[in-house]
């Protein structure tokens, strides 16, 4: 049973638009969310994260928002560029209860059209 | 700096053979953890150490696998008698402790034949 589900497994958005990538949990104690990109032939990067007790994380063009009570967080990347194509990893932790380990979704593929 | 690094990139294996992927983490990182990803899917936890201790080893699928940090730096994911269901790129993770941000290396992209 999956507890991160990414339902999109792509999207396709126009340069200088906002992308948004949504992601769903189901364990109410995961307590911090992270986003990874991920190219073809690399290791997933870090992105952004956000804890539980925060609704909004920025940075630069990479913005998360998390909805505890729908148990639901998104990210929106604006304005979008072709260099941003890639896949995205949402991942989630129980870092009250666990050793850290992450918790993935299946990953969204970004294409970013110029 | 140096990122986490992962060696071989690539692995082929006949069905039976026995493989060993190594992980160096970032310099001073405590925290060490194995994934794996198979296609088409996002990556799974296998195992966990803090330094040398392996802490956590609840998602090795099988006793075939077996990890280790001896010194608390460089670690080694060992599978025994590989089978086709072993194909996957493996991933390791460093951070510098367990409750913060994990940086990933590149993977060994495992395929047994």
């Known amino acids: 049973d999956q507890q991160v589900k990414q339902n999109s497994p792509s999207l396709s958005v126009q340069e200088g638009r906002i992308s948004i990538l949504n992601c769903d949990y189901t364990n109410s104690m995961f307590d911090y969310f992270l986003w990874y990109k991920k190219y073809p032939a690399e290791g997933p990067t870090f992105l952004i994260s956000?804890?539980?007790?925060?609704d909004k994380n920025e940075d630069g063009r990479f913005t998360v928002f998390l909805n505890k009570s729908a148990k639901h967080l998104s990210l929106h990347i604006v304005p979008s560029q072709p260099g941003d194509s890639a896949v995205y990893f949402c991942?989630?932790?129980?870092?009250?209860?666990?050793?850290?380990?992450?918790?993935f979704g299946k990953g969204t593929k970004l294409s970013v059209k110029p | 700096g140096a990122g986490v690094s992962q060696s071989p990139r690539y692995k082929v294996a006949k069905r039976g053979q026995d493989v060993a992927l190594r992980c160096d983490p970032i310099?001073?990182?405590?925290?060490l953890f194995w994934y794996q990803q198979a296609l088409g899917q996002g990556p799974e936890f296998l195992t966990y150490?803090?330094?040398?201790?392996?802490?956590?080893k609840s998602g090795l699928p099988s006793d075939r696998f077996f990890a280790e940090r001896p010194e608390g730096s460089v670690s080694t994911l060992k599978i025994q008698r590989t089978q086709q269901e072993d194909s996957a790129v493996y991933l390791c993770?460093?951070?510098?402790?367990?409750?913060?941000?994990?940086?990933f290396g590149p993977g060994t992209r495992l395929t047994v034949l």
């Open positions: 150490f803090q330094n040398e201790a392996q802490l956590d």
């Open positions: 310099s001073g990182h405590v925290s």
């Open positions: 991942a989630a932790s129980d870092y009250g209860g666990s050793q850290g380990n992450l918790i």
């Open positions: 993770a460093s951070s510098p402790s367990h409750k913060d941000t994990q940086y």
């Open positions: 956000i804890s539980s007790i925060k």
